[in-house]
């Protein structure tokens, strides 16, 4: 069953009637209905066009927060091949939120990091939504080290709304977590590459996105907070957070004139949800260009330059 969001509401009227009229058709063989509903496939193919040609910021929310987007655990199963999957922090627990281990990305050894959201409640509960506590960034930063100590790339899918901010998160050292994690990706001697597959939030995004290349989905978002946290801090008010999106400056075509990313993949007309094979296809497509000039480059170079990219982050921007 088609997930609709909100603003999708006309297009979901259209598409429910040609589907009305096929089962229609399928129960009285009788009825030819199939140049209707052809008719009623084209509008909202249109339809489908002019919504998404020039989204909002807060409809690219929207999108990127999607249930039905392809996530962490389905980007592994289609392009690494041999996942070997490493667990716990060894030092308090697993955190399921995070997700990563050893795998072959066209045949390269590579280790695969990323956040898992779920797909159904049971998942989500147990991935928490893809927020990770502090074991989870421990976890990574145990992963990246023996990345690090092997010489084989990492590639670091992002997908989080942020942090779990939780009481026992606190306690057990969240943003020194974060911290460190983030200190881990800008010392690592072997290529490093980001991609945000949907949100992008907060520290508990930067901490695996301090890289050598950052991509973005073209309607995924990346931002220090969530524009309901923005505005519950600006305004008081969390239902500003249309306002709140404008101001932020949090989707892909705008970070990528302040070179804060360095490249943008492109969806499926619809959104990845509406082909999840095509998406996944495309960030495969995209690693691979990433990865094969980075592989070339020598250990002090990789880490001299992304140090110097998160240094000019902005620049770019600001002379324009």
Same mark, same amino acid.
């Given at each position: 069953m088609t997930h609709y969001l909100e603003f999708e509401k006309?297009?979901?009227? %259209?598409? =429910?009637?040609?589907?009305?009229?096929?089962?229609m058709a399928r129960a009285n063989e009788d009825m030819d209905i199939e140049k209707e509903a052809l008719a009623l496939d084209d509008k909202a193919a249109t339809m489908l066009v002019d919504m998404y040609k020039n989204l909002s910021p807060w409809r690219k929310c929207q999108v990127a927060r999607h249930p039905d987007r392809p996530h962490c655990a389905e980007y592994i199963e289609a392009l690494f091949t041999e996942y070997?999957? *490493?667990?716990?922090?060894?030092?308090?627990?697993?955190?399921?939120? !995070?997700?990563? =281990? *050893?795998?072959?990305?066209?045949?390269?050894?590579?280790?695969? !990091? =990323?956040?898992e959201k779920g797909n159904d409640t049971k998942s989500r509960i147990e991935r928490n939504f893809g927020m990770a506590r502090p074991e989870g960034y421990r976890k990574a930063i145990r992963l990246m080290e023996l990345a690090d100590k092997f010489g084989i790339p990492v590639i670091a899918l992002?997908?989080?709304?942020?942090?779990?901010p939780g009481k026992g998160a606190e306690e057990r050292g969240q943003s020194e977590a974060i911290a460190r994690s983030t200190q881990k990706c800008l010392q690592l001697s072997v290529p490093l590459i980001a991609v945000i597959i949907g949100e992008g939030g907060s520290g508990g995004a930067v901490a695996f996105a301090a890289a050598n290349k950052v991509a973005m989905l073209e309607h995924s978002i990346y931002s220090v907070i969530t524009p309901e946290g923005c505005a519950s801090i600006l305004w008081k008010d969390a239902?500003?957070?249309? +306002?709140?999106?404008?101001?932020?400056?949090?989707?892909?075509?705008?970070? &990528?004139? *302040?070179?804060? %990313?360095?490249? !943008? &993949?492109?969806e499926p007309q619809g959104g990845a949800q509406r082909d999840r094979d095509t998406a996944i296809a495309s960030v =495969?497509?995209? %690693?691979?260009?990433?990865?094969?000039?980075?592989?070339? +480059?020598?250990?002090?170079?990789? &880490?001299?330059?992304?140090?110097?990219?998160f240094l000019d982050i902005g620049s770019k921007g600001l002379a324009a």
């Open positions: 006309p297009l979901a009227e %259209i598409e =429910g009637k040609a589907e009305e009229l096929r089962a070997t999957p *490493l667990a716990g922090d060894r030092n308090f627990a697993d955190d399921h939120a !995070i997700m990563g =281990g *050893l795998a072959r990305f066209n045949d390269q050894p590579v280790m695969v !990091i =990323g956040h992002v997908d989080t709304p942020g942090a779990y239902t500003k957070m249309r +306002e709140a999106a404008e101001a932020m400056r949090l989707t892909a075509q705008e970070l &990528i004139q *302040l070179a804060v %990313i360095d490249q !943008i &993949i492109p =495969g497509k995209a %690693i691979a260009s990433m990865l094969a000039p980075l592989s070339k +480059e020598k250990p002090a170079a990789l &880490i001299a330059a992304r140090r110097k990219k």
